[in-house]
């Protein structure tokens, strides 16, 4: 049996089908749900993957997408992020692996698999590899796909003292005057988190650009600040 075979087995013994209907609804999404909770999904997903030794990072990235593309529930894809993002999957991220999580980001196509993945996994890498990562979201930055953008604008989103705010406000300025919801969500969401480690700087940021950022953008920005 693949680990992909008894991962969806597993998953299904925990599965609550009565609950997957409105799972499925909240999400907004055209792949139908287990109505596996969280928690089990995690508990699950940790017991599958417990076992698993990998020699070098082709295997693990093999197991992924062995899981992603088999997928038949958005279950299966959550289980997916959970082995790419176990401890002993740390050395791995590295810029190699970029390829399979921009894959993950364009099919899964949603909020719930973007911020799964731009905040830490991305993250990780950028912490690995800061020169060639950074000139590969400044890029993301200018994608025609909304959820590359997205990624590249969250994949500070914890970098608090870490941060570089020229990559910051680099990521952001091709999609500052952008009408998409998500765009200027991940706009405001990033500078509000930030505000926590260096508020002056969020402060001066959002009124030079008063007129450029849209009202949710300040708004999210704002939130915790005077």
């Given at each position: 049996?693949?680990?992909?075979?008894?991962?969806?087995?597993?998953?299904?013994?925990?599965?609550?089908?009565?609950?997957?209907?409105a799972?499925?609804a909240?999400?907004?999404?055209?792949?139908?749900y287990?109505?596996?909770?969280?928690?089990?999904?995690?508990?699950?997903?940790?017991?599958?993957f417990?076992?698993?030794?990998?020699?070098?990072?082709?295997?693990w990235?093999?197991?992924?997408?062995?899981?992603?593309?088999?997928?038949?529930?958005r279950?299966?894809?959550?289980a997916?992020?959970?082995?790419?993002g176990?401890?002993?999957?740390?050395?791995f991220?590295r810029?190699?692996a970029?390829?399979?999580?921009?894959?993950?980001?364009?099919?899964?196509?949603?909020?719930?698999?973007?911020?799964?993945?731009?905040?830490?996994?991305?993250w990780?890498?950028?912490?690995?590899?800061?020169d060639?990562?950074?000139?590969?979201?400044?890029?993301?930055?200018q994608?025609?796909?909304?959820?590359?953008?997205?990624?590249?604008?969250?994949?500070?989103?914890?970098?608090k003292?870490?941060?570089?705010?020229?990559?910051?406000?680099?990521?952001?300025?091709?999609?500052?005057?952008?009408?998409?919801?998500?765009?200027?969500?991940?706009?405001?969401?990033?500078?509000?988190?930030?505000?926590?480690?260096?508020?002056?700087?969020?402060?001066?940021?959002?009124?030079?650009?008063?007129?450029?950022?849209?009202?949710?953008?300040?708004?999210?920005?704002m939130?915790?600040l005077?």
């Amino acid at each position: 049996m693949s680990l992909a075979t008894e991962l969806r087995a597993r998953l299904l013994e925990k599965a609550d089908r009565a609950r997957a209907p409105a799972m499925q609804a909240y999400m907004k999404s055209a792949m139908p749900y287990m109505g596996v909770a969280s928690a089990d999904l995690r508990r699950t997903s940790k017991a599958v993957f417990a076992g698993l030794e990998y020699a070098n990072a082709d295997g693990w990235r093999t197991d992924i997408l062995a899981i992603w593309r088999g997928a038949h529930y958005r279950e299966e894809y959550y289980a997916a992020l959970e082995l790419a993002g176990m401890r002993y999957a740390r050395p791995f991220q590295r810029m190699d692996a970029l390829p399979m999580y921009r894959e993950m980001i364009e099919s899964g196509g949603w909020w719930d698999i973007i911020d799964a993945i731009a905040p830490h996994r991305l993250w990780d890498i950028l912490e690995a590899e800061r020169d060639a990562m950074r000139e590969t979201m400044l890029l993301w930055a200018q994608d025609d796909n909304m959820w590359v953008r997205r990624s590249a604008i969250l994949c500070q989103l914890h970098a608090k003292a870490k941060m570089d705010i020229n990559l910051l406000y680099a990521c952001i300025e091709p999609s500052i005057t952008s009408k998409e919801f998500f765009l200027r969500k991940a706009i405001g969401w990033v500078l509000r988190q930030y505000a926590r480690t260096d508020a002056d700087e969020v402060r001066h940021y959002v009124a030079a650009n008063e007129d450029r950022l849209s009202p949710l953008s300040k708004r999210e920005a704002m939130k915790h600040l005077k």
